[in-house]
């Protein structure tokens, strides 16, 4: 009588081959795991070496603070992370933010009043600017600063968001208001103007009126969008937070 199939003994001699080639996986991957750990160790000592050395220059010069910052990212250093510790001691880092994040606030705060609470972030920039003055004890602060910063504020809620718009610029929404994808599209379509009208997006966007005049109507409930009834070709929705510090606007 043939036999259909491998004997016990070739079975069991298998399965022992399976589970030394499990094991030997295992050290190895344990192996790369130690040494892995060990050269991060290594790098993140070496990193704190290199801002203990240039700890001026990363605290006095933005483009070099942003390049600083990306290294760290690499090896899943965080700076940021806490107030406390070597990179607040040594660098300030996180009490630099803290600072820049309260400025944020209270630039953002201030001009709800004209904007709605939305605002470019190259006139944020100049207006904290302006705050932290012109002292030498003032460190500069650039749009990567900002948006670091502004990343922090999220813990307060959905009341600060940073929105790219089509033409490259950031907009930073300091009023808690959902923005979805339409919303979007509205201040993407009113970026180089200011403004838009039910009548724009349904020729650009090819929407329908209720469509379009639904997303309008909500973002002036919302104190996102100012109502122009003056113009003789039909009403126009002003978006402040898109127009120049001083450009004339219409309320």
Known sequence: MRRSGPGLGAINKKKLAQAKYKNKGTEIAEDQFAQMTKQLEVFRNNLEEFAANH??????????????????ASIGVDPLASGKGFWSEMLGVGDFYYEIGVQIIEVCMSTQHRNGGLMTLNE?????????GKTKQAQDVSLDDLMRAIKKLKILGNGFA???????????????????????????NAQSCGYTSVNILKSELKWETERASLVLDHMVKEGLAWVDDQNKDGRLFWFPGL????????S
């Not at 718009?165 to 808690?176: A, F, H, K, M, N």
């Not at 127009?243 to 219409?250: E, I, M, Q």
């Open 124 to 132: 944020l920039l100049q207006k904290v600017k302006a705050t932290r």
């Open 162 to 188: 940073l929105h790219r718009l089509q033409d490259g610029r950031y907009l930073i929404q300091s009023v808690p208001a959902e923005l979805n994808m339409d919303h979007t599209s509205v201040l993407d």
């Open 243 to 250: 127009l120049p510090d001083n450009a004339p606007t219409t």
């Open 55 to 72: 700890k001026n220059e990363i605290r006095k010069n933005p483009a070099f603070r942003t390049q600083f910052q990306e290294m760290c």
